[in-house]
Nanobody, 120 residues
Framework: QVQLVESGGGLVQAGGSLRLSCAAS????????MGWFRQAPGKEREFIAL?????GRTNYADSRFTISRDNAKNTVYLQMNSLKPEDTAVYSC????????????????WGQGTQVTVSS
């Protein structure tokens, strides 16, 4: 089992940057592909980025964002640049061993999320 804890959210002005972190517990972190998702009020959960177990493969919904991971630290990151007010949402990381997928239904473990608010 994997427990995930996000951090790094906050309030930022439009055009600014934030780096989110997701710390995982357990010894099997490197066997999970990791994804970042977000959900704004009244909207469905939205895929942002995905990284493979080794970090050698990535997939994005938005080129302003960069996903990376450090398996020695059991942590995955999301660098977000050129932020816009419409990026305001709760951002969550998730882990999967079963699929290379943008579909949140394929993810087994989720963090509690961190709020990102972008002011205009």
């Amino acid at each position: 089992q994997v427990q995930l804890v996000e951090s790094g959210g906050g309030l930022v002005q439009a055009g600014g940057s934030l780096r989110l972190s997701c710390a995982a517990s357990g010894r099997t972190f490197s066997s999970y592909a990791m994804g970042w998702f977000r959900q704004a009020p009244g909207k469905e959960r939205e895929f942002i980025a995905l990284i493979s177990e080794s970090g050698g493969r990535t997939n994005y919904a938005d080129s302003r964002f960069t996903i990376s991971r450090d398996n020695a630290k059991n942590t995955v990151y999301l660098q977000m640049n050129s932020l816009k007010p419409e990026d305001t949402a709760v951002y969550s990381c998730a882990a999967t061993r079963t699929a290379w997928s943008r579909d949140p239904r394929h993810y087994d473990y989720w963090g509690q999320g961190t709020q990102v608010t972008v002011s205009s």
